[in-house]
């Protein structure tokens, strides 16, 4: 059964770069949408963008100028950088696989990581 | 882009209770639609898929219908651990978005 891991720092200062590695066991990262969605405090679900394993990427358009996401598949790892960050980018961070049934869903998902903006 | 609205934000029922939230697209999205269930501190967790699929595992009690523009997600009979909060997600092929969610609380 696949498992995916959050790591990177908790605190970040503003206007710096938030750097999130996911790391993923018990499966390949071949053939998968590899996804960050992320969750300010008591908010909803918000998506920030996913890789493709061959390298091909999508962002949300709100957050577009600001991300990219990237994929290591000899480490089994894909990440996500989101510069000049604000207090509102404060907010727990999942990674998350998506397979293919019937349409592109997310059947696996880290355990998600906070992360807070502050000085 | 494709807004998602869910409704009510918050609802109130029982032990026993059918409960159904509403999920609705601006724009057509055919059955591209899943339904999540989150609980507090953790991930969420797929249910339905394709607006009418259930995932393997989850109880027959959950339910998911609608195309186009409006859907839904029935539980016919609450029990206590579907107390959480649920989330519909449209998926194109070059973006996926969520419903703002709707929290299902102890009445």
């Known amino acids: 059964q696949v498992q995916l891991q959050e790591s990177g720092p908790g605190l970040v200062k503003p206007s710096e770069t938030l750097s999130l590695t996911c790391t993923v066991s018990?499966?390949?990262?071949?053939?998968?949408?590899w996804s960050w969605i992320r969750q300010p405090p008591g908010k909803g679900l918000e998506w920030i963008g996913y890789?493709?394993?061959?390298?091909?990427?999508n962002y949300n358009p709100s957050l577009k100028s600001r991300v990219t996401i990237s994929v290591d598949t000899s480490k089994n790892q894909f990440s996500l950088k989101l510069t000049s960050v604000t207090a509102a980018d404060t907010a727990v961070y999942y990674c998350?696989?998506?397979?293919?049934?019937?349409?592109?869903?997310?059947?696996?998902w880290g355990q998600g990581t906070l992360v807070t903006v502050s000085s | 882009d494709i807004q998602m609205t869910q409704s009510p934000s918050t609802l109130s029922a029982s032990v026993g209770d059918r409960v159904t939230i509403t999920c609705r697209a601006s724009?057509?999205?055919?059955?591209?639609l899943a339904w999540y269930q989150q609980k507090p501190g953790k991930a969420p967790n797929l249910l339905i898929y394709?607006?009418?699929s259930l995932e393997s595992g989850v109880p027959s009690r959950f339910s998911g219908s609608g195309s186009g523009t409006e859907f839904t997600l029935t539980i016919s009979s609450l029990q206590p651990d579907d107390f959480a909060t649920y989330y519909c997600?449209?998926?194109?092929?070059?973006?996926?978005?969520f419903g703002q969610g709707t929290k299902v609380e102890i009445k």
């Open positions: 998350a696989r998506e397979a293919y049934t019937a349409m592109w869903v997310f059947d696996s």
């Open positions: 018990g499966g390949s990262i071949s053939a998968y949408y």
């Open positions: 890789i493709y394993y061959g390298g091909t990427t």
């Open positions: 724009q057509s999205i055919s059955s591209w």
């Open positions: 394709q607006a009418s």
């Open positions: 997600q449209h998926y194109n092929s070059y973006s996926r978005t």
